[in-house]
């Protein structure tokens, strides 16, 4: 079993930055691919990004790439995402999962899911 927290959310005025961390208790999460995802209210979860196992591969959705950098420290069972250049439009919650093989933007082959931290972006 894995168990995700996220952390780092909160609030920043439009054109800011914020960090995100994703940790695991538990079993080490050094298998997985981790993902990053996003629900806005009344819409759909949507990915963001993810890294492979080995943090040597990343997959990026277009809405984030060159403002969003995902990386991890598996010494430190950790997963991050450096967020800049802020928009209200990134305004959701933002929740990490963790998947058993593949790099994904399909939530549906994610198998653990930490329960999200918020981040507002104000005008």
């Known amino acids: 079993q894995v168990q995700l927290v996220e952390s780092g959310g909160g609030l920043v005025q439009a054109g800011g930055s914020l960090r995100l961390f994703c940790t695991t208790s538990?079993?080490?999460?050094?298998?997985?691919?981790v993902g990053w995802f996003r629900q806005a209210p009344g819409k759909e979860r949507e990915f963001a990004a993810a890294?492979?196992?080995?943090?040597?591969?990343?997959y990026n959705a277009d809405s984030v790439k060159g403002r969003f950098t995902i990386s991890r420290d598996n010494a430190k069972n950790t997963v991050y995402q450096q967020m800049s250049s802020l928009t209200p439009e990134d305004t959701a919650l933002y929740y990490c999962?963790?998947?058993?093989?593949?790099?994904?933007?399909?939530?549906?082959?994610?198998?653990?899911w930490g329960q999200g931290t918020q981040v507002t972006v104000s005008s």
């Open positions: 999962a963790a998947a058993t093989y593949g790099l994904n933007r399909d939530p549906l082959r994610y198998n653990y």
């Open positions: 538990g079993r080490t999460f050094r298998d997985y691919t």
């Open positions: 890294v492979s196992w080995s943090g040597d591969t990343i």
